[in-house]
RNA sequence: GCUCCGGUAGUAUAGCCCGGUCAAGUAUUCCGGCCUUUCGAGCCGGAGACGCGGGUUCAAAUCCCGCCCGGAGCACCA
């Protein structure tokens, strides 16, 4: 048996699974099937030569955990029909949501960590005249209005469904101020272009929605235009525009935004467009984090978050500093897929699939929270410590450590939650070590006494097997916990050849990602 | 309040359209065991759910009605 095991494992794999693809075919299908299984179908993505999705943030902040959802299920739908994901930004609100410059690159490395790179980029700020096009159409065509009642007014009027004065006048008459409003003959709030839907629609919010007003950008310059447009699209008219004009097959997006699809089908009614399929996903959460932009922003202005990539929140910078990689993110995303109801996500359920994903790569080392010192006496000779870099790599290399014991004695740190669980009179394994029998506990410090080297002794003994640094061969270590807070200990000397971005696991401590290496260490946990 | 949309174990999800094979599957979590020089991973076993009440039916997680609960929208925001 285990002759013929080691003569195919010998077979390079690709003739391994020639062999099998011609002797048990339906081994191979089996497991194909499993790994398709992942994303339900998308509805009538045969109907579309080509399937288009989108992901449209505005780039007032940075992407967090609750976009997770619309970027890789857009893109990943995208991918699986061999179709096109397109990034699209939507800043078109120069005053109340104004854009930042620095989040339209931010969202693009999140984006590309995420590996949903976009096939093509568009911004709606640069394409302000596409839009007074179709707003001169739909006034030309009957379809919209200006409107330069007071909203008050309006609102009433909305409310027992008859129209306002601006709605019956003559397209020609529309027109007429339709330019004024471009010419900027009107300032802030006093007209703006409704699109006519029914105005019996039983949701007063669809009657003649809003598709364009006037900013006063002399006050509010948007970022990347300045004052040059005064005009401004809202968002059911530039999104949903856009979504036809760009080819948009399959809109992926919240909930929040299905009367925001009901409204925009009244204007596709109009230019003679059909709407695309539209699915709208449910709420995500996740617990003990904001997930909304205004808490974030406003936790970063009060000071109450470090930065964007604060281990507390759930953004992708932060996420990522933590080491929780991106196909955790993704797995989570898939799992959940597009339901309509809304989810609590869990971290536990985030971490373990990110701890899976890690396991089998990362390398293991010794870290000591809360050092104190263990001194061995009774030491007869030098030994050496050879421990793997991964317990199933042995090719990858280990670390060494040898104790020299002066007068039979060393100093060694362990933390101090070994040291509480531990009494005099206690055999304890030291891990690669060796055994020691516990002679006194003291509140700074522990004298043991060197047992044997045999770790099958420890084994029978029941000895705890607890991890160790000599002291000298050491280095300080801090590391950010999740919650903000800093683990303060000892790591092992190996640890300086550790570079930023890495990503290891220290003992029965955690995962954490190296973030910066000198004298001492910085790390950012990730979880157990 | 009005207009929508939801409700399967602690969490997430499959099943619901096309009723029976569902005394409800999967992942995670928790517990126990095995394995292992980590309290990690792996392996084995176990715990844990159809919001409530009616109805239709031989049969309902699945269909119908009512209720309850949760969420979203009701901006000259996106």
Redesign the pocket.
């Given at each position: 048996m285990n002759k013929i095991v080691g003569e195919v494992n010998a077979l390079p794999a690709s003739e391994q699974k020639r062999i099998i693809e011609e002797k048990w075919p339906e081994l191979l299908q089996r497991e194909k099937t499993e790994e398709e299984k992942r994303l339900?179908p998308l509805p009538n993505a045969e109907k579309y030569p080509m399937v288009v999705t989108r992901f449209?943030?505005?780039p007032?902040c940075v992407l967090h955990l609750g976009s997770a959802r619309a970027i890789i299920l857009s893109h990943d739908y995208a991918r699986i029909h061999r179709g096109k994901f397109i990034l699209r930004f939507?800043?078109?609100?120069p005053?109340?949501?104004r854009p930042v410059p620095e989040f339209y690159d931010s969202i693009r490395e999140d984006l590309k960590w995420l590996e949903c790179k976009p096939d093509e980029e568009y911004i709606?700020s640069d394409r302000i005249p596409i839009y007074y096009e179709y707003a001169e159409k739909l006034l030309k065509d009957g379809n919209a209005y200006v409107?330069?009642?007071?909203?008050q007014a309006?609102?009433m009027r909305i409310l027992a469904q008859e129209p306002c004065p601006c709605r019956n006048l003559p397209p020609e008459e529309q027109l007429e101020r339709w330019s004024r409003m471009l010419n900027g003959e009107y300032k802030?709030?006093?007209?703006?272009l409704r699109v006519k839907t029914d105005l019996t629609h039983?949701?007063?919010?669809?009657r003649d929605?809003?598709a364009l007003?006037?900013?006063d950008t002399e006050k509010f310059p948007h970022p990347r235009t300045g004052s040059k447009y005064m005009v401004?699209?809202?968002?059911?008219?530039?999104?949903g525009l856009d979504d036809h004009l760009m080819g948009v097959t399959h809109i992926i997006r919240?909930?929040?935004?299905?009367?925001?699809m009901i409204r925009q089908e009244y204007m596709y009614r109009h230019l003679g467009w059909r709407y695309p399929e539209a699915i709208?996903y449910?709420?995500l959460?996740i617990?003990g984090a904001y997930l909304s932009k205004s808490k974030i922003v406003q936790g970063i202005r009060e000071g109450q978050y470090w930065s964007w990539d604060d281990p507390r929140l759930a953004t992708f910078a932060a996420l990522r500093k933590r080491g929780i990689t991106p196909a955790a993110i993704r797995k989570?995303i898939l799992?959940?897929?597009l339901?309509?109801?809304?989810?609590?996500?869990?971290w536990?359920?985030l971490?373990?699939?990110n701890?899976?994903i890690l396991?089998?790569h990362v390398t293991?080392y010794f870290f000591v929270k809360d050092p104190v010192q263990l001194s061995v006496s009774g030491i007869p000779k030098p030994i050496t410590?050879r421990?793997r870099l991964?317990?199933?790599h042995p090719e990858w290399g280990f670390r060494e450590y040898t104790v020299t014991p002066e007068e039979g004695k060393v100093l060694l740190w362990i933390?101090r939650?070994?040291m509480e669980?531990i009494s005099a009179g206690k055999t304890v394994?030291?891990?690669?070590?060796f055994n020691v029998k516990v002679e006194k506990v003291e509140v700074y410090a522990v004298e043991a006494k060197f047992l044997s080297?045999?770790?099958q002794e420890?084994?029978e003994l029941g000895a705890?097997?607890?991890?160790w640094v000599i002291v000298g061969a050491d280095m300080p270590c801090k590391i950010i916990m999740p919650n903000a807070a800093v683990a303060e200990g000892i790591a092992e000397a190996a640890c300086k050849r550790l570079k930023p971005d890495m990503i290891v696991?220290f003992?029965?401590?955690g995962?954490v990602r190296i973030e910066k290496v000198n004298a001492g260490l910085t790390a950012y946990y990730a979880h157990?």
């Open positions: 339900p449209s943030p505005n007032d939507e800043d078109t609100d005053k109340l949501k709606q409107c330069t009642c007071q909203p309006f609102r802030e709030g006093e007209a703006v039983p949701n007063p919010a669809v929605w809003p007003r006037i900013i401004w699209p809202l968002y059911n008219f530039a999104c919240g909930k929040e935004h299905f009367t925001n709208h449910g709420r959460k617990k989570l799992d959940v897929g339901k309509a109801a809304d989810v609590v996500l869990s536990e359920n971490y373990a699939y701890r899976k396991d089998p293991r410590a421990i991964h317990p199933e933390s939650a070994d669980a394994r030291l891990m690669e070590l080297e045999s770790y420890a084994r705890p097997l607890i991890h696991q003992e029965r401590f995962f157990k």
